[in-house]
């Protein structure tokens, strides 16, 4: 089984994020030295002089709990693929800065040599982190003794880049998540800069008288150890005594009155004053204190503007999605309007379809019905012909049995000419054919109204099939008119069609894309509230820092005030006694000149030759 751990830190102002396995959970031993061998072995890589020794300071691990930064200061605190940012030790050409941490990958896989021999320690104790806190400094009865060092911010409230879990056996693995922008790597620490870090102690009581006066001439020497460098340095620290005080305190500090103050003579000076020297000493240290907290209160406030910048940025960002996301879905309004309205043309469309299609069935019956009406006017006509044809052959059956009947009329006739005898006889014959002659007549004339009347028939069936012929010809051109309007309407129905899968496809892809932008919109709202998030910790964290350094000036104000007279008191009791030293001085040099003139006189006086007397000698 592996045990991964995530590591990061900052090489020469770049962000690198490793992914280390150890076959179980490490201790902080175990994991700091594989820390230490990885990034120094690529410190070395970058530097390429065998140089860039990586040496571990301390370390963060980030909870996902909590979503903090805290101390690493246990190894129950490392989780499989926890993420652990690594500080080091601030040498003169690296410097630790605030930026994205990025997604781990596998360190370069080349022989790593052994880690360099643990440096030196250092004199002042190792750093000990205070979280969400900037580490206050007291006073006790000794004026600016200082009994704690200045620590680093808090962990910062931004969280690091989601790490995924291993996937699976069997899963495809997933590419690196996308770092936020609001993920950044925890502050580095902030240690107080002393005068002289190199030779003094983590706590500025134990310096010894050597070190304050190396230190403090230090900053002095610049100026030449002239009096405008030592008021300067008074200045600096806010040691508030008069001018005329200083010149005077200068003046009898430079021994050869030559305007410059050497090391010896400044040396003397810290003898002579030595509760003046304690507070320039544990006032520079302050000063470095407060010019190192200015510094960090500066460095959150310019994260603060970053983060709000991020903020805006994702406001717009946001601003421009919803936009998007309002075009897409009116986008999709208009498509939607656009396909209900094709729906709507479509179904009219079909309504004409099926319009038609009903009209060219009632036309096809029509047509057939003209075409039944048709053959029967035909029938009817062929009826009518045969009706004619056997009327005219009445007719002509009935003229001849007339012609017929004449001929024997005017047979009869002449035999009744001849025959007068047989007239009485003949008459009755005469008058039944004279009978038969008029039914014969009769029937003719019927014949012949018979034949009208199917002259008639035949041209009134003649009309009807001349009228059903025309309707035949007029019904199959509607026919064929509908039928090419069905044909019209259904490739208007087919085109439709398609322009309603278009409209389909469009409205499915506006929805799509205004599927996409809400997402994004969600994206973005949570980093615009991430950004919010970490610009709200983040200024929290300046006002914070600058509420304790108000607090800390304030406390270090009271503690100048109060000092205030005891610098006062020390210097004026140091001129009283510098004066009584040259009042003791005079009475000695006249004390020595007494002495001297009285030898000189005893002498005189035991002399062999008179002398006057000595008035005033002592017996």
Same mark, same amino acid.
């Given at each position: 089984?592996?045990?991964?751990?995530?590591?990061?830190?900052?090489?020469?102002?770049?962000?690198?994020?490793?992914?280390? $396995?150890?076959?179980? @959970?490490?201790?902080?031993?175990?994991?700091?030295?594989?820390?230490?061998?990885?990034?120094?072995?690529?410190?070395?890589?970058?530097?390429?002089?065998?140089?860039?020794?990586?040496?571990?300071?301390?370390?963060? =691990?980030?909870?996902?709990?909590?979503?903090?930064?805290?101390?690493?200061?246990? %190894?129950?605190?490392?989780?499989?693929?926890?993420?652990?940012?690594?500080?080091? @030790?601030?040498?003169?050409? +690296?410097?630790?800065?605030?930026?994205?941490?990025?997604?781990?990958?596998?360190?370069?896989?080349?022989?790593?040599?052994?880690?360099?021999?643990?440096?030196?320690?250092?004199?002042?104790?190792?750093?000990?982190?205070?979280?969400?806190?900037?580490?206050?400094?007291?006073?006790?009865?000794?004026?600016?003794?200082?009994?704690?060092?200045?620590?680093?911010?808090?962990?910062?409230?931004?969280?690091?880049? @989601?790490?995924?879990?291993?996937?699976?056996?069997?899963?495809?693995?997933?590419?690196?998540?996308?770092?936020?922008?609001?993920?950044?790597?925890?502050?580095?620490?902030?240690?107080?800069?002393?005068?002289?870090?190199? #030779?003094?102690?983590?706590?500025?009581?134990?310096?010894?008288?050597?070190?304050?006066?190396?230190?403090?001439?230090?900053?002095?020497?610049?100026?030449?150890?002239?009096?405008?460098?030592?008021?300067?340095?008074?200045?600096?620290?806010?040691?508030?005594?008069?001018?005329?005080?200083?010149? $005077?305190?200068?003046?009898?500090?430079?021994?050869?009155?030559?305007?410059?103050?050497?090391?010896?003579?400044?040396?003397?000076?810290?003898?002579?004053?030595?509760?003046?020297?304690?507070?320039?000493?544990?006032?520079?240290?302050?000063?470095?204190?407060?010019?190192?907290?200015?510094?960090?209160? %500066? #460095?959150?406030?310019?994260?603060?503007?970053?983060?709000?910048?991020?903020?805006?940025?994702? @406001?717009?960002?946001?601003?421009?999605?919803?936009?998007?996301?309002?075009?897409?879905?009116?986008? =999709?309004?208009?498509?939607?309007?656009?396909?209900? %309205?094709?729906?709507?043309?479509?179904?009219?469309?079909?309504?004409?379809?099926?319009?038609?299609?009903?009209? =060219?069935?009632?036309?096809?019956?029509?047509?057939?019905?003209?075409?039944?009406?048709?053959?029967?006017?035909?029938?009817?006509?062929?009826?009518?012909?045969?009706?004619?044809?056997?009327?005219?052959?009445?007719?002509?059956?009935?003229?001849?049995?007339? &012609?017929?009947?004449? +001929? $024997?009329?005017?047979?009869?006739?002449?035999?009744?000419?001849?025959?007068?005898?047989?007239?009485?006889?003949?008459?009755?014959?005469?008058?039944?054919?004279?009978?038969?002659?008029?039914?014969?007549?009769?029937?003719?004339?019927?014949?012949?109204?018979?034949?009208?009347?199917? !002259?008639?028939?035949?041209?009134?069936?003649? !009309?009807?099939?001349?009228?059903?012929?025309?309707?035949?010809?007029?019904?199959?051109?509607?026919?064929?008119?509908?039928?090419?309007?069905?044909?019209?309407?259904?490739? !208007?129905?087919?085109?439709?069609?398609?322009?309603?899968?278009?409209?389909?496809?469009?409205?499915?892809?506006?929805?799509?894309?205004?599927?996409?932008?809400?997402?994004?919109?969600?994206?973005?709202?949570?980093?615009?509230?991430? #950004?919010?998030?970490?610009?709200?910790?983040?200024?929290?964290?300046?006002?914070?820092?600058?509420?304790?350094?108000?607090?800390?000036?304030?406390? &270090?104000?009271?503690?100048?005030? &109060?000092?205030?007279?005891?610098?006062?008191?020390?210097?004026?009791?140091?001129?009283?006694?510098?004066?009584?030293?040259?009042?003791?001085?005079?009475?000695?040099?006249?004390?020595?000149?007494?002495?001297?003139?009285?030898?000189?006189?005893?002498?005189?006086?035991?002399?062999?030759?008179?002398?006057?007397?000595?008035?005033?000698?002592?017996?």
């Amino acid at each position: 089984m592996v045990f991964a751990v995530l590591a990061a830190a900052d090489l020469y102002g770049t962000k690198l994020n490793y992914e280390l $396995d150890f076959p179980a @959970r490490p201790s902080l031993g175990e994991f700091e030295g594989k820390v230490a061998a990885v990034f120094g072995a690529e410190a070395r890589l970058r530097r390429g002089d065998g140089g860039g020794a990586f040496d571990v300071y301390r370390m963060q =691990v980030y909870n996902d709990t909590t979503e903090q930064w805290q101390p690493l200061t246990s %190894a129950a605190l490392l989780v499989e693929y926890c993420q652990v940012y690594v500080f080091q @030790r601030a040498p003169q050409q +690296h410097h630790e800065v605030q930026s994205k941490i990025p997604p781990a990958m596998r360190p370069p896989t080349v022989a790593l040599p052994p880690p360099p021999p643990p440096p030196a320690p250092l004199p002042y104790a190792p750093y000990a982190p205070v979280p969400a806190a900037v580490g206050a400094f007291s006073h006790n009865k000794t004026p600016y003794s200082c009994t704690g060092l200045l620590t680093s911010p808090g962990a910062p409230t931004t969280s690091p880049p @989601r790490i995924p879990k291993p996937p699976a056996p069997g899963t495809p693995e997933r590419s690196p998540s996308i770092v936020p922008p609001a993920a950044l790597a925890p502050p580095p620490p902030v240690v107080a800069a002393l005068p002289t870090p190199g #030779a003094v102690g983590a706590d500025p009581a134990a310096a010894s008288f050597d070190e304050k006066v190396a230190a403090l001439y230090e900053r002095l020497a610049p100026s030449g150890g002239s009096l405008e460098g030592f008021m300067h340095l008074f200045a600096c620290v806010r040691v508030d005594l008069a001018a005329e005080l200083l010149h $005077d305190i200068f003046g009898k500090c430079d021994a050869d009155a030559d305007g410059i103050l050497s090391a010896a003579e400044f040396r003397s000076f810290a003898g002579a004053y030595p509760t003046l020297l304690d507070s320039l000493w544990f006032r520079s240290y302050d000063a470095a204190i407060d010019t190192r907290q200015q510094e960090t209160i %500066a #460095a959150a406030k310019k994260a603060v503007a970053v983060l709000c910048q991020c903020e805006a940025d994702a @406001r717009v960002a946001v601003q421009h999605a919803e936009a998007e996301v309002v075009e897409c879905g009116g986008r =999709v309004a208009r498509e939607a309007a656009a396909l209900d %309205a094709h729906a709507v043309q479509e179904e009219g469309v079909r309504a004409s379809l099926d319009a038609a299609r009903a009209e =060219v069935t009632h036309a096809q019956q029509s047509l057939s019905t003209s075409r039944g009406g048709l053959a029967q006017a035909k029938r009817r006509e062929e009826e009518s012909q045969a009706t004619l044809m056997t009327a005219r052959h009445g007719v002509q059956a009935a003229e001849q049995r007339v &012609r017929a009947v004449d +001929h $024997d009329v005017l047979s009869a006739e002449a035999r009744l000419q001849e025959l007068e005898r047989l007239v009485a006889k003949q008459r009755d014959e005469v008058a039944q054919l004279h009978e038969v002659g008029q039914q014969s007549r009769a029937a003719w004339r019927h014949a012949e109204a018979e034949a009208a009347r199917a !002259s008639e028939w035949l041209q009134d069936a003649e !009309s009807a099939s001349t009228a059903a012929q025309a309707g035949a010809v007029h019904a199959e051109g509607t026919v064929a008119t509908l039928q090419e309007r069905e044909r019209a309407v259904h490739q !208007s129905l087919m085109a439709a069609g398609a322009a309603g899968a278009e409209l389909r496809r469009a409205c499915e892809e506006a929805e799509r894309v205004k599927a996409r932008a809400e997402a994004r919109v969600g994206v973005l709202q949570k980093q615009e509230a991430e #950004a919010a998030q970490a610009r709200a910790a983040q200024e929290q964290h300046a006002q914070q820092l600058e509420r304790e350094n108000l607090e800390l000036n304030v406390s &270090r104000r009271q503690a100048e005030e &109060r000092e205030r007279p005891l610098l006062e008191q020390e210097v004026r009791l140091r001129l009283q006694r510098h004066n009584l030293e040259l009042e003791e001085a005079r009475l000695r040099d006249e004390h020595r000149s007494f002495h001297t003139s009285h030898s000189q006189a005893r002498l005189a006086y035991a002399a062999p030759w008179p002398v006057p007397d000595a008035p005033g000698r002592l017996p």
